[in-house]
């Protein structure tokens, strides 16, 4: 192998390779593949997981802020990986929020509070205030 690389959505991984037999070189890529994870909604509904789902949303949350699309998407598979070892292929919609929030909270407060907002279902500007000075004092 010459070369590793993410791509930008960081859900593969572009390699740059060459053959030990005639030394010409070539491109693979190899993209990560969750199968079989289902999503348990709180109504109790169940859906299979959607990575892209998951990608817009904290995206959206990290509009215009400092973080790439790269970042976001190490981000998401972060939090999969996490949660994939705690609780196999069936995974509840309440874990994936909070597992989101836990690393936004370390690299951006303003994404976080975005997020938050969202998942919380923030109903008034007092739920705003209180989340941001708890960012203070969990600091």
């Not at 005639?22 to 509904?45: A, N, S, W």
């Not at 997020?115 to 008034?124: I, L, W």
């Amino acid at each position: 192998m010459v070369d590793s690389r993410l791509n930008r959505e960081g859900n593969s991984i572009r390699r740059r390779r060459e053959c030990l037999e005639c030394g010409h070189r070539f491109t693979t890529t190899e993209m990560m593949v969750r199968e079989g994870i289902v999503v348990l909604k709180q109504d109790g509904r169940r859906e299979d997981f959607d990575r892209e789902k998951l990608v817009r949303s904290v995206r959206a949350a990290c509009h215009k802020r400092p973080i790439n699309a790269e970042r976001i998407g190490m981000l998401v598979d972060d939090v999969m990986d996490i949660l994939e070892a705690r609780h196999e292929t069936d995974i509840p919609s309440s874990a994936i929020g909070e597992g989101v929030m836990v690393q936004l909270r370390k690299i951006d407060h303003v994404a976080y509070v975005r997020f938050a907002s969202v998942y919380k279902e923030f109903r008034d500007v007092s739920e705003f205030v209180s989340e941001i000075k708890g960012l203070d004092r969990k600091e």
